[in-house]
C-alpha cells in the first residue's frame, strides 16, 4: 500500500528543515556576548540544556522573510495556547530519545548484528509512534490548522493503524523465528551471489513431506530439499553459514538501517522544533510572573524602514534582576542612524541591547519585550562592542578593534543593521571620532542601518550638525538634579568646540576624493 | 598466477607475425642501448612512466633496442598511423586488456580443492575470451586497417574465427553461460546446518521494509551502508552448498565438466602474442596524449641512412614536460637543424638558459625515432641512429680514485671507442672541473674525433672558443627573455609619515577610510 504525505515537523520553517544540528555561527556567539542574551536563553531551557541550545541557534539565525516570521508567531500563537500538547509532544520526543540511547548501536555495520539491533529500534519508535497517534487523535481537531495542528494532522493520516500493523509485522518477522530463508544466483566461480531474503513464513513449514521422500525414493530422483550439516558444529563452518545469512541479509539491512535513520532524524528534528517553543512558552512563564510586558511585534518589509516601540526593554536585565524593567519607547521610522549619547550609568547599553534582542526575537518569530513593536525586517543585525577584555593584545588596541570592525563590516550588506557600543574608544577623541565619522557616513550612504552609543562628542555633534533627516539623536536621560532615569529620549548631542572644523574636514576630504 | 589456457611464448621470437618487427628483418643485430644513455637523458623516467602497469614490463627490451634499418621503423610508423583513428585503437584497447585479465584469473587444474569453482572461472575466461576475439573481429571488419602488421592480424582473426574449433567454443560458452545463469537456489540457514531447495520465487524481504517506512525517508537523506562480506575464497560450507545446487541441477554441472576437459586451452598463441606486443604502441600513445593539455604534440619523423641533415621544429623534453604536467607549466620548444655539412651543434650561453634541456631533446628526438615511435615534436626529419652516446656530469664517486677529471677522460674514451658513422653524441659541460684553456683543448679534441667519425651531435660548453672552431660545428646560443614572467613587481607608493595620521594609517590599512569603505560596499 503507497501512502501519501512524509513525516516532517515543519514547526519552525513552513517549507524546509532547519539544520539543528549545526552549531551558532561564528558571528552569532559575538551577538550573543555583545547582546547578553545568557539570562533569556537560561530562562527559556528552565533547567534543559538541549532548550538551551536549540534556542540560542534559532534565535542567532533570524528569518528575514515577513511569511516565514509570521508562520512562525502562527504556532507559537497556539503553544501559547497549548502548552500542554507542546510539552506533552516534546517529551515524548526525549523520552524516546534516551530509549534510543540505551540501545546499543556503535559501529556495529555487519548486515545479521543490524537487523539485531535494529529490531530493538524499531520497537522503539513503534511505541512512540502510537503515542504519538494516541496524542494526535486526543487533540488535532482542537488547536486549529497552523503548524503543530497541521503535523498532528499529518501524524494521524499517516501513522494509521495499518502501518502500526506493519511495523510489529517486520519486529516479529525479523526474529527469524523459522530460520533465514534466501535465494540466490550462481556469481564468480559459481560462488552464491544475489542474494535475497525470503520474507519470513508465518509459521514454520514442514522440510520434508513423507510424500516427497517417498516420491524421490520411488523415482530414484534427488529430493527437493538436500541438507548440509557442518561436520561437529565445525567452528569455520559455523561461521561461514553466519557469513551466508549476513550476506543473504544485506537488503534487508539496509532497509532496517535506513529506517531507523529516518525515524532518528525525525524524532531529532521533532525534538529540536518543539524545543524552541517549549523555550518560548517558558520564558513567557517568567516574564509574566516578573510583570514585564510582552507582545506579538508585527515584521514589516525591509524597505519599509519602521522601527517603533512602547515600553521596550532588555529582557535579559530584567530576569537578571528579577524585577520589572523600566521601558523605553522609540520612534525611529525613516531613520537610518541613531545615535545615542549623554551620561554614563544612564542605560545607553541597556537600551542598545533592548533594542537588538527585540529585533533578534521579532525575527525569531518570537514575542517581543515591550507593550508595542513592530519593525522592519533587517537583512542582518551586526554588533560592534568595545570588549574591555580585548585590550591585552599583542597588536595595538586601535589595530585590533578595526581589525575586528573590519572583519564584520566584511559581512554587511544592504539593509543590514550595525549596533556600535563605544567603537573608536581605543585612540584619542580627535581622531576617534574623524574615523567614526567616516565609517558611519559610508555606512548609511551604502543603506546600512546603523545605531550608535558613543562618547565621542566630537563625532556626536558633528553628526547633529549635518542635520540630516536620517539621523535620531537620543540621549540618557538626567534630571536637572543630576539624577538618572535610566531613560533614552530625543535630544541632541552637547556641542563641542571642534565638532564643525571636523565635520567640515572630513566631508570635505570626502567630496575631494569623490571628484579626483 | 597465469592460468593456463596457451602455451604463451613470452615476448618471444616464436613463429608467425609480429606487429613489432617486420617478417625476416633479422638479416643486421640491432644495437641494445645502454643504460646510462637512458639516464642522461632522462629516458629511463619516460619508459617506466609508458610501462606503468606491472604486466608491461616484458616490452621493455622493445624499448632498449634501436632499429637499423628504415624499413623496420616504416613498419611501426604505419601501425602508429592505423592507431590514430580512434574506433580501431579502442578496440584493439578493449581486446589487449581482455587478454591480459585473463592471465590474472585462477588457473584451473583437475586436482583444485574447489572444482566447480575453478571450472566456472575457466568457463568465464574462455567467456571473456570469446567476446574479446569476436569485438575485435568486428571492429577489424569495420576500419581495416592498412598497415602490414594488423593487415596480417586483420587476415588472421578473420579466418580464426571461422574456425570450426572457435565456433564450438564460442557456441558451449553461450549455452553453458545461460544454463548456469538460469539456477537459482534458495537456502534456509540455521546456526550449524542448511537446507537447500530449487528456487522460484525471489523476492527480497528488504523491499517489504522499505515499503512500511517510506513516509519517513527524505529524498534528501544520507545512504547508511551495511558493510559488504566480501568473498574471496570459497569456504567449505559454501562449496557443499555448491556440491547440493549442482545435485538438483546434474545435467548443467556435467556439462561445465565435459567444457573444462574439451577446451583445456582455447587462446590461441598468435593472437595472445599480439595482445601483448600491440600494447607497445598502445601505451606509447597513451602516454603522449597526457602531454596534449600542454599544447605539445608528438608527430612520426622522415628517417634516413643516406641524409645527416636535421630539421626538427617545436622539439621539447619529454620527461621535462611530463614532470610539469601537473603544475600546468609551460614547456618552451625549441627548433634543431643541422644543415648540410653541419654536424655537431656547439651550444653556449646564460646558466638556467634551457642548455641542458636542450641537448637532452636531442638525444630524446634521436633515441625515440630509432625505436619507431613519434617523436617530440611538430615535424621532424632526421638521420636514423644507430647508438646515442652521451657525457653528463656524474655525482662523483668516491670509489673511484683518478679523481673527477680522470673519471671523466675514462668515460670520454669509452663514449669515443664506439663512436661511428651513424652515432648520435650528447655532451653536457665536460670538463667542467679543469681550467679552461685546457677544458678548450679537451672539447677541441673531441669535437675532431666526432667529426673524424662522421656523427652526428650537439655539445654543451662553457668555453664560447669552442662554437668558432669549425665549420661543420654551428654555434647555438642560450638567451635569458629579459621580460622573465616569474618575477613580479610590487608598487611602492611612497608617503611622507606624520603623527597625526597614524590611526588614519590604521584605517586606511583596514580598509576603514571613508573612501574605502564605501567601494566595499558599493556591490
Redo the contacts between chains.
Keep these: 500500500m503507497q501512502r501519501v504525505g512524509i513525516v516532517r515537523p515543519r514547526l519552525l520553517l513552513a517549507d524546509a528543515d532547519v539544520d539543528l544540528q549545526a552549531p551558532a555561527s561564528h558571528e552569532g556567539r559575538g551577538l550573543n556576548q555583545d547582546l547578553a542574551l545568557e539570562p533569556l536563553l537560561r530562562a527559556m531551557g528552565a533547567g534543559n540544556p538541549t532548550i538551551e541550545r536549540i534556542a540560542e541557534r534559532v534565535i542567532l539565525d533570524p528569518l528575514t522573510d515577513e511569511g516565514a516570521i509570521a508562520h512562525r508567531q502562527a504556532v507559537l500563537r497556539t503553544c501559547l495556547a497549548h502548552p500542554d500538547v507542546v510539552r506533552a509532544l516534546f517529551d515524548l520526543t526525549e523520552r524516546t530519545l534516551e530509549r534510543r540511547r540505551r540501545v546499543y548501536w556503535g559501529l556495529v555495520r555487519r548486515a545479521d548484528a543490524i537487523v539485531h539491533h535494529g529490531i530493538e529500534l524499531i520497537r522503539v519508535y513503534h511505541h512512540a509512534l502510537r503515542e504519538m497517534r494516541a496524542l494526535a487523535d486526543a487533540h488535532a481537531g482542537a488547536i486549529g490548522p497552523d503548524g503543530l495542528g497541521a503535523f498532528l494532522e499529518r501524524v494521524r493520516h499517516t501513522v494509521d493503524d495499518a502501518l502500526l500493523d506493519e511495523m510489529a509485522g517486520h519486529v516479529k518477522g525479523l526474529r527469524f523465528r523459522a530460520g533465514v530463508r534466501v535465494s540466490a544466483r550462481l556469481g564468480v566461480g559459481n560462488a552464491g551471489a544475489d542474494y535475497r531474503l525470503e520474507p519470513p513464513a508465518a509459521r514454520r513449514a514442514p522440510l520434508r513431506t513423507t510424500l516427497d521422500m517417498l516420491w524421490s525414493a520411488l523415482t530414484r530422483r534427488e529430493p527437493a530439499v538436500l541438507t548440509y550439516r557442518v561436520p561437529n558444529h565445525f567452528d569455520a563452518g559455523v561461521r561461514a553459514l553466519a557469513d551466508l545469512k549476513a550476506r543473504g541479509l544485506e537488503r534487508t539491512a539496509h532497509a532496517v538501517a535506513e529506517a531507523c535513520n529516518d525515524l532518528l532524524w525525525l524524532f531529532r528534528q521533532l525534538h529540536g522544533e518543539l524545543a524552541f517553543y517549549v523555550g518560548c512558552v517558558n520564558l513567557a512563564e517568567s516574564l509574566d510572573a516578573l510583570g514585564a510586558p510582552r507582545c506579538e511585534p508585527s515584521p514589516h518589509p525591509v524597505a519599509a524602514q519602521v522601527r517603533r516601540a512602547r515600553g521596550l526593554y532588555d529582557p535579559s536585565l530584567a530576569l537578571t534582576l528579577g524585577a520589572a524593567p523600566v521601558g523605553n519607547d522609540v520612534d525611529a521610522d525613516g531613520k537610518d542612524l541613531i545615535l545615542v549619547t549623554g551620561a554614563n550609568q544612564g542605560g545607553k547599553t541597556t537600551f542598545l541591547r533592548g533594542l537588538g534582542t527585540a529585533q533578534l526575537m521579532l525575527q525569531a518569530g518570537m514575542f517581543a519585550p515591550a507593550q508595542a513593536f513592530e519593525a522592519s525586517v533587517t537583512t542582518g543585525l551586526f554588533t560592534h562592542f568595545t570588549r574591555r577584555e580585548d585590550t591585552a593584545m599583542r597588536r595595538g588596541k586601535l589595530d585590533e578593534e578595526l581589525a575586528r570592525l573590519s572583519a564584520t563590516l566584511d559581512r554587511v550588506g544592504p539593509q543590514a543593521t550595525l549596533l556600535c557600543n563605544e567603537s573608536f574608544a581605543s585612540t584619542n577623541e580627535r581622531e576617534g571620532s574623524e574615523l567614526a565619522l567616516g565609517v558611519v557616513r559610508a555606512l548609511t550612504e551604502s543603506k546600512v542601518r546603523v545605531v550608535f552609543v558613543t562618547h565621542l562628542s566630537g563625532f556626536a555633534s558633528a553628526c547633529a550638525a549635518a542635520g540630516r533627516a536620517g539621523t535620531l539623536s537620543l540621549r540618557a536621560q538626567r534630571r536637572e538634579s543630576g539624577e538618572r532615569t535610566f531613560r533614552i529620549v530625543e535630544g541632541a548631542p552637547e556641542r563641542t568646540a571642534h565638532a564643525v572644523d571636523l565635520y567640515r574636514d572630513v566631508i570635505e576630504r570626502g567630496a575631494r576624493a569623490k571628484a579626483s | 598466477m597465469p592460468i593456463d589456457v596457451s602455451h604463451r611464448t613470452e615476448g618471444a621470437q616464436g613463429g608467425g607475425p609480429s606487429v613489432l618487427r617486420r617478417p625476416g628483418a633479422d638479416t643486421h643485430p640491432d644495437a641494445t642501448a645502454p643504460d646510462t644513455c637512458r639516464i642522461d637523458l632522462h629516458l629511463d623516467q619516460v619508459i617506466d612512466a609508458v610501462l606503468v602497469d606491472d604486466d608491461l614490463d616484458g616490452l621493455r627490451p622493445h624499448f632498449h633496442t634501436l632499429l637499423r634499418d628504415p624499413d623496420d621503423v616504416a613498419y611501426r610508423h604505419e601501425v602508429f598511423r592505423d592507431l590514430a583513428d580512434a574506433d580501431l585503437r579502442d578496440a584493439i584497447a578493449a581486446f589487449a586488456r581482455s587478454l591480459g585479465r585473463l592471465r590474472t584469473r585462477?588457473r584451473w587444474t583437475p586436482r583444485s580443492r574447489?572444482p566447480?569453482?575453478?571450472?566456472?572461472?575457466h568457463l568465464?575466461a574462455a567467456s571473456l575470451y570469446c567476446s574479446a576475439v569476436l569485438a575485435l573481429a568486428g571492429a577489424l571488419e569495420r576500419r581495416p586497417p592498412t598497415s602490414r602488421a594488423l593487415r596480417a592480424v586483420a587476415d588472421h582473426m578473420h579466418e580464426y574465427v571461422a574456425s570450426q574449433a572457435f565456433r564450438t567454443l564460442d557456441d558451449d560458452v553461450r549455452t553453458l553461460v545461460r544454463d548456469?545463469?538460469a539456477?537459482?537456489?534458495?537456502?534456509?540457514?540455521?546456526?550449524?546446518?542448511?537446507?537447500?531447495?530449487?528456487?522460484s520465487?525471489?523476492?527480497?524481504?528488504?523491499?517489504?521494509?522499505?515499503?512500511?517506512?517510506?513516509?519517513?525517508?527524505?529524498a534528501d537523506?544520507?545512504?547508511?551502508?551495511?558493510?559488504?562480506?566480501e568473498?574471496t575464497e570459497?569456504?567449505?560450507?559454501?562449496a557443499?552448498?555448491?556440491d547440493?545446487?549442482a545435485?538438483?541441477h546434474?545435467a548443467t554441472f556435467a556439462a561445465l565438466e565435459r567444457f573444462v576437459e574439451t577446451h583445456a586451452t582455447f587462446v590461441e598463441p598468435l593472437l595472445d602474442r599480439f595482445a601483448h606486443e600491440v600494447r607497445f604502441f598502445l601505451a606509447y600513445l597513451e602516454y603522449t596524449q597526457r602531454l596534449a593539455p600542454l599544447g605539445l604534440t608528438f608527430c612520426l619523423p622522415t628517417v634516413s641512412t643516406a641524409d645527416k641533415r636535421v630539421e626538427a621544429l617545436g622539439v621539447f623534453d619529454v620527461a621535462l614536460a611530463d614532470s610539469l604536467r601537473e603544475d600546468a607549466g609551460t614547456v618552451v620548444c625549441n627548433d634543431v637543424r643541422l644543415d648540410a655539412g653541419e654536424r655537431v651543434l656547439v651550444v653556449t650561453g646564460a646558466n638556467q638558459g634551457g642548455k641542458s634541456t636542450f641537448a637532452r631533446a636531442f638525444g630524446q628526438l634521436h633515441y625515440l625515432a630509432a625505436l619507431g615511435c613519434p617523436v617530440p615534436a611538430r615535424s621532424a626529419r632526421l638521420p636514423l641512429c644507430d647508438a646515442v652516446l652521451t657525457h653528463f656530469e656524474r655525482d662523483e664517486d668516491l670509489r673511484t680514485l683518478q679523481g673527477r677529471l680522470g673519471e671523466e677522460l675514462v668515460r670520454l674514451g669509452d663514449l669515443l671507442e664506439r663512436l661511428g658513422p651513424r652515432s648520435v653524441v650528447v655532451m653536457n659541460e665536460a670538463f667542467a672541473s679543469t681550467a679552461t684553456d685546457d677544458a678548450l683543448a679537451l672539447g677541441r679534441a673531441t669535437l675532431a674525433r666526432i667529426l673524424a667519425a662522421d656523427a652526428i651531435g650537439v655539445i654543451v660548453t662553457f668555453t664560447d672558443e669552442l662554437a668558432s672552431t669549425d665549420r661543420r660545428a654551428a654555434s647555438v646560443v642560450a638567451t635569458v627573455d629579459p621580460s622573465d614572467p616569474s618575477r613580479r613587481t610590487f608598487r611602492i607608493e611612497r608617503r611622507a609619515a606624520d603623527g597625526r595620521a597614524?590611526?588614519?594609517a590604521?584605517?586606511q590599512?583596514?580598509?576603514?577610510?571613508?573612501?574605502a569603505?564605501?567601494r566595499?560596499?558599493?556591490?
Design positions: 585462477g574447489r566447480r569453482r575453478s571450472q566456472r572461472l568465464d548456469l545463469d539456477v537459482a537456489y534458495a537456502l534456509t540457514i540455521h546456526e550449524d546446518r542448511v537446507h537447500v531447495r530449487r528456487a520465487d525471489r523476492h527480497d524481504y528488504g523491499e517489504d521494509i522499505e515499503r512500511t517506512f517510506r513516509p519517513f525517508r527524505r537523506a544520507p545512504e547508511a551502508l551495511p558493510e559488504r562480506i568473498v570459497m569456504s567449505e560450507a559454501e557443499a552448498v555448491l547440493l545446487v545435485r538438483q546434474p597614524h590611526a588614519l590604521i584605517a590599512a583596514h580598509g576603514l577610510t571613508y573612501e569603505l564605501r566595499r560596499l558599493t556591490p
